[in-house]
C-alpha cells in the first residue's frame, strides 16, 4: 500500500491528490492528453479517481473540481490527515504540494471502489478473443456485479446509472451481446447512411435498434440461429486457425500483413481484441493495387443468438495511410471484410491499415495496426499513432500494454477456473474476483 499521498492546489482550481510513491512513473489521472486502455475511472462527489488496473497501487489519483463535496468520502480512502489537507490546501493560493500520510478510514470502501472500478473498466476494456480464447464476459453477471459494488460505495456520491447491457432484464432467450450496451451511445454520425427500408437485413437492423434502445429484444422466429449452429467450441477451433480471408481479384499478390488494431477507435462487441485480428492482402490488377481486408469479429458478434445485422452507423471501417481511403466493412462469416484501392504512387511497403468507427474514434483519421511486410512494422507503428515521433505512448508501448492486460485477464479467469478468491494482499491484485469473471472461466471450461 502506498504510505503517503502528495497533496497539490493547481493554478486552475484543481485539487490533485496523487499516491506516493510513484512507481511505476505513470500515475494515470483524467488530466492526462489521451486515455489509455489500461485505466480504471470512477466518477465521484467533487471529481474523478483513477487507477491503472496493471498497477498495484491500492489508493486511486483523485482530481478534484470540488474539494468541498469530496470530503464526505476522501476521509475513508485516504485518511483523516489527507482530509484535512486537502482543506487547507482548498483555501489556499496554489504553492509547494504537501505530502501526508496515509491511512484509510475505511479500508472497505477503499477496496471496493478500486473493484467497482475495475467492474466499469472491463465493461469498456475487456479483450474478449476467439483468437485468443479469452471469452466475453456475461452481461448479465457483469450488470449485477456493478449494481453491488455501486450499493457498497454509495458513500462515494458516484452517480448511478444503470448499466444497460442489451437484453438486460426478463430472461429472454433472444438477449444480444453483453457489449451491445454501449454501441446504444454511439450516435450516427454525420453523413452516416440511412438503413435500407424492407428486407430481412433491415429488418433485423431495426430490431437491433429497439432493442438498445429499449434494453429488452423483439426477436422473431425467423431471427433464431439455424440448426447446427457452431459451438463455442466449434468458433474457438475456426479462429485458432485463421480468419476467413476477404477474396481477391485475379492479379499479382505484392504484399501481405496481419497485426492488431487500436482499442480505443471502436466501442467493444465488434472487433476481435487479439493482435492477430486483422489481416490484409494487397493485389496488383488492371494497373491498380487493391488491398483486401479482413478484420476478425468480436466474440459477441459470434454467438449463435447474435444479430447479423447492423445499423449502418455501428459498422466498423477500415482505412489505410498516405491519402487516407476508407471503406465500410460487412460481416461475413466470422469476420469484417472490405476492399480498398491505394492511390497511386503510394508505395505498399508504408502501407497500414487501420479499424475504427466513425463518429467513436478519439484519434485523428490516420491508418494504424496492420503493415507490410507480414506484421506491424516501425511505418504501421508512425501511420497509427496521433503524436509525435518518440513520445513515450508510442504504438509499440500501446501494444505492451494491451499485453499486459491479456495476461492480467489470463491470470484472473485462471483463478476464476480454479475457484480462488482475488485478495487484496496479491501483488497487483483488483479484489474479489467478479461474479462475471467466474461466469466467463466455467463457460470456458465447459467449452474445451
Do not use: N
Amino acid at each position: 500500500m502506498s504510505s503517503a499521498v502528495r497533496i497539490e492546489q493547481r493554478a486552475d482550481g484543481l485539487c490533485v491528490l496523487t499516491p506516493l510513491p510513484g512507481r511505476p512513473a505513470r500515475t494515470p489521472s483524467v488530466l492526462d492528453p489521451e486515455p489509455g486502455v489500461d485505466v480504471a475511472l470512477l466518477e465521484v462527489a467533487g471529481g474523478h479517481l483513477t487507477w491503472s488496473v496493471l498497477d498495484a497501487h491500492r489508493e486511486p489519483v483523485a482530481v478534484l473540481d470540488e474539494a468541498a463535496a469530496a470530503q464526505g468520502w476522501v476521509w475513508a480512502l485516504y485518511g483523516e490527515p489527507a482530509a484535512l489537507a486537502l482543506a487547507a490546501a482548498a483555501k489556499a493560493a496554489p504553492g509547494p504540494p504537501v505530502e501526508v500520510p496515509v491511512r484509510p478510514g475505511l479500508p472497505e470502501l477503499a477496496a471496493d471502489a478500486r473493484s467497482w472500478a475495475y467492474a466499469q473498466w472491463a465493461a469498456r476494456w475487456w479483450p474478449a478473443s476467439s483468437l485468443d480464447a479469452v471469452p466475453a464476459l456475461d452481461a448479465r453477471a457483469l450488470a449485477d456485479d456493478l449494481e453491488r459494488l455501486a450499493v457498497r460505495c454509495d458513500l462515494l456520491g458516484a452517480p448511478r446509472e444503470p448499466y444497460r447491457p442489451t437484453g438486460y432484464g426478463p430472461p429472454d432467450p433472444g438477449a444480444l451481446e453483453p457489449a451491445a450496451y454501449l454501441l446504444a451511445d454511439v450516435p450516427p454520425w454525420p453523413g452516416a447512411p440511412e438503413p435500407e427500408r424492407g428486407g430481412p437485413a433491415a429488418g433485423r437492423a431495426a430490431r437491433l435498434g429497439d432493442t438498445v434502445a429499449g434494453g429488452r429484444s423483439d426477436r422473431t422466429a425467423g431471427d433464431d440461429p439455424a440448426p447446427g449452429a457452431p459451438t463455442a467450441y466449434d468458433r474457438y477451433a475456426l479462429a485458432a486457425g485463421a480468419v476467413a480471408p476477404e477474396p481477391v481479384p485475379d492479379g499479382l499478390l505484392i504484399a501481405h500483413g496481419s497485426g492488431g488494431t487500436d482499442w480505443r477507435r471502436y466501442p467493444p462487441g465488434l472487433v476481435d481484441a487479439s493482435e492477430r485480428a486483422v489481416s490484409w492482402r494487397a493485389v496488383r490488377t488492371a494497373g491498380h493495387t487493391v488491398i483486401a481486408v479482413s478484420v476478425a469479429a468480436a466474440p459477441e458478434r459470434l454467438a449463435p443468438d447474435a444479430p447479423r445485422a447492423l445499423p449502418p452507423h455501428l459498422v466498423p471501417w477500415a482505412e489505410i495511410g498516405g491519402p487516407p481511403v476508407t471503406t465500410a466493412l460487412t460481416l461475413a462469416g466470422d469476420a469484417w471484410t472490405g476492399r480498398l484501392t491505394v492511390p497511386e504512387g503510394q508505395p505498399v511497403s508504408a502501407l497500414a491499415v487501420g479499424v475504427y468507427l466513425p463518429g467513436f474514434d478519439p484519434v485523428p483519421p490516420r491508418a494504424g495496426a496492420a503493415a507490410a511486410s507480414g506484421g506491424t512494422t516501425a511505418a504501421a507503428d508512425a501511420a497509427q499513432d496521433p503524436r509525435p515521433p518518440g513520445h513515450d505512448g508510442a504504438p509499440a508501448a500501446h501494444r505492451v500494454v494491451r499485453e499486459k492486460i491479456r495476461s492480467l485477464v489470463r491470470e484472473r479467469l485462471a483463478r476464476a477456473a480454479a475457484d480462488e478468491p482475488g485478495g487484496l494482499g496479491d501483488p497487483g491484485s483488483l479484489g474479489d474476483l467478479l461474479a462475471a469473471e467466474r461466469a466467463a472461466a466455467a463457460e470456458q471450461d465447459d467449452d474445451y
